[in-house]
């Protein structure tokens, strides 16, 4: 039983479209992420929301805009897609912080997303 | 604002050889430390944490990790490393007072030769 679940895993879009990609996490968790990794592996927080109330959100245009459902959700819209969007998103999601301690992050399997 | 550096992009080693992998975060406050591997196409997996306690911290696969405060590190050691060991490996640091937010570093990419 996948913990995190993104979908799709592939997704290959003209430029200009828009689009957007799903994430569930059956942990019970509170808090969950967006993060966007490069080409160079380089990974950067995009959004965070804990109990459906947004907590980060850092410097993404505003085409990317995410939504939580419920606490077990987090999606994320992309319009007007652009060649730089090429990238692997991964969902994640966490404890948040108990007693000053964050318990790390447990990943989905990511979507790697390709704009031509 | 916070950052973490890891000074190896590019680490090969033989099987059996020994791992020490190094990251150095900045903040002078209270800090949550992490290892997370990516095995080639795959996500990322939580290798150890540190919280606070003994600075030496055991993880999965036979890997551990040594937190010296005085120098901002928390270096990634293996004794012995295996060819299925080959991944990428990010260093993350969650800064107490700093939000959710954890930051990664930009990765350290190892491949073990058979």
């Known amino acids: 039983d996948t913990a995190v679940s993104q979908t799709p895993k592939y997704l290959v879009t003209q430029m200009g479209n828009d689009k957007s990609i799903k994430c569930e996490q059956n942990l019970g968790h509170d808090t969950m992420y967006w993060y966007k990794q490069d080409s160079k592996k380089f990974l950067k927080i995009m959004f965070s929301?804990?109990?459906?109330?947004?907590?980060i959100n850092e410097t993404v245009p505003n085409r990317f805009s995410p939504k939580s459902p419920d606490k077990a959700h987090l999606n994320l819209h992309i319009n007007s897609l652009e060649l730089g969007d090429s990238a692997v998103y991964f969902c994640?999601?966490?404890?948040?912080?108990?007693?000053?301690?964050?318990?790390?992050?447990?990943f989905g399997s990511g979507t790697r997303l390709t704009v031509v | 604002a916070q950052s973490v550096s890891q000074h190896n992009h590019h680490v090969i080693l033989s099987e059996a050889a020994s791992l020490e992998l190094g990251c150095n975060y900045s903040?002078?406050?209270?800090?949550?430390l992490f290892w997370y591997v990516q095995y080639p196409g795959q996500h990322l997996q939580l290798l150890l944490k540190y919280f606070s306690g003994d600075p030496l911290v055991k993880g999965i696969k036979g890997f551990e990790a040594e937190f010296i405060k005085s120098k901002f590190s928390f270096n990634l050691r293996k004794p012995s490393v295996q060819w299925s060991d080959t991944a990428e490996y990010f260093c993350?640091?969650?800064?107490?007072?700093?939000?959710?937010?954890?930051?990664f570093g930009a990765g350290t990419r190892l491949f073990v030769k058979a």
């Open positions: 929301y804990n109990n459906k109330e947004l907590i």
């Open positions: 903040y002078g406050g209270t800090v949550n």
């Open positions: 994640a999601s966490s404890l948040g912080r108990v007693a000053q301690r964050d318990y790390g992050y447990t």
């Open positions: 993350a640091v969650n800064t107490v007072g700093g939000g959710f937010k954890t930051i």
